[in-house]
């Protein structure tokens, strides 16, 4: 596909731009007929609303530095000590979370030694860490070299490795009604999850219009499915059918080439047509979305 190739060729680019690549995935995304997909596009490119959103990489380590002082000596860009204060405003002071969209990120870049900065009622807990009646005039963070060169690696990595296997998966022309068969056929949200969430990671199903489901099932642990089932009111006999179909499709051909069995998608069909008849309480439009995804990575897809 055409616009597959504009994105491999900008995410691949010397001159890389983050914020373009985001905005044609977006494009392929509808074009795909995969709209549950576009909340971490939209995050990335509109920002996290909150700290309790925001992926494992674009959370920083931070340095607090400052200015100490007592009547006899000043000291200027001190590495301040933080361990005589609680565990939870030490946390506050060396995290950073970087909610930012990626085109502020991106104007961050040639500012690697930005200064993070700390609140002036922070300052008399952060002298309590000095002797000989030192105290702190100014306080700041400082997050490693590198740092916000790497959030932007993390996704341009895989945003890339996304789009790399689709282009392996899409036939260069397709009309818009083969284009969204196809995404369905090959699994494209399974494929999406993998390459940018990764095996073990926290993701979310479902868009604006409907139920937001957060997912976190690691690969051969079926308590962790188990549990995500249950936070999505699946009944305790249905869960019990599950295990049963997972045993019995344990030495499928169709698992060993990374499919589900013939057990589990009947099991699967028939949890989407509960749904369907509110026998099941969750969104039909998402039922599909969530047992796939939640089932393919307990198997590792």
Not at 41 to 57: A, I, M
Not at 175 to 187: T, Y
Not at 282 to 299: D, E, Q
Request: glycine fraction near 6%; aromatic fraction near 6%.
């Amino acid at each position: 596909m055409k616009l597959i190739s504009e994105i491999i060729e900008i995410l691949s680019s010397d001159d890389s731009n983050l914020k373009v690549a985001l905005l044609k995935t977006k494009v392929l995304l509808h074009q795909l007929g995969e709209k549950e997909l576009l909340e971490w596009v939209n995050n990335e490119l509109k920002g996290y609303k909150n700290e309790n959103s925001v992926p494992d990489y674009r959370v920083l380590q931070v340095t607090v530095k400052g200015n100490v002082s007592n009547s006899m000596q000043r000291h200027t860009n001190k590495t301040l000590p933080l361990m005589h204060l609680e565990s939870d405003i030490r946390n506050m002071l060396n995290t950073k979370y970087m909610t930012d969209s990626i085109a502020a990120i991106e104007q961050y870049v040639d500012k690697e030694n930005l200064r993070i900065t700390i609140a002036p009622e922070f300052y008399c807990l952060l002298s309590e860490g000095f002797e000989n009646n030192y105290n702190v005039e100014g306080a700041w963070g400082v997050h490693s070299a590198g740092a916000i060169t790497q959030v932007l690696t993390e996704v341009t990595s895989r945003l890339l490795d996304f789009v790399l296997e689709l282009s392996e998966k899409l036939p260069d022309e397709m009309d818009s009604g083969e284009m969204k068969a196809r995404a369905k056929e090959i699994g494209v949200t399974d494929l999406f999850n993998n390459t940018v969430f990764g095996d073990n990671a926290t993701i979310v199903v479902g868009d604006s219009n409907s139920q937001n489901i957060n997912n976190s099932v690691n690969k051969n642990d079926l308590s962790s499915l188990i549990d995500i089932l249950k936070e999505n009111n699946v009944a305790d006999e249905d869960i019990a059918s599950l295990e049963v179909a997972i045993e019995q499709d344990k030495q499928s051909v169709n698992v060993q080439e990374r499919k589900f069995g013939l057990e589990v998608s009947n099991w699967m069909g028939g949890m989407v047509s509960k749904a369907a008849t509110t026998v099941w309480n969750v969104n039909v439009g998402v039922a599909g979305s969530l047992l796939a995804t939640a089932i393919g990575k307990y198997y590792g897809f």
